[in-house]
């Protein structure tokens, strides 16, 4: 028997790359576009606190 439990449910991703976009409303398309956006934005947040990370550390060794 596993100590986590496999069988429970599921979060479904509110978009999946290339799927069928044919079958959603306009409504569901500007959702699941705003939804990238705040993604994008996310991401490109934690990329620059990455780069300012390694900036920080590389100014530091090279002293």
Known sequence: MSLFDDD????????????DLSLLSADELSARIDALKQEIERLEKERANKSASKSAAEGFFRS
């Open 8 to 19: 429970g449910p599921k979060k479904q991703p509110t978009h999946e790359i290339g799927c």
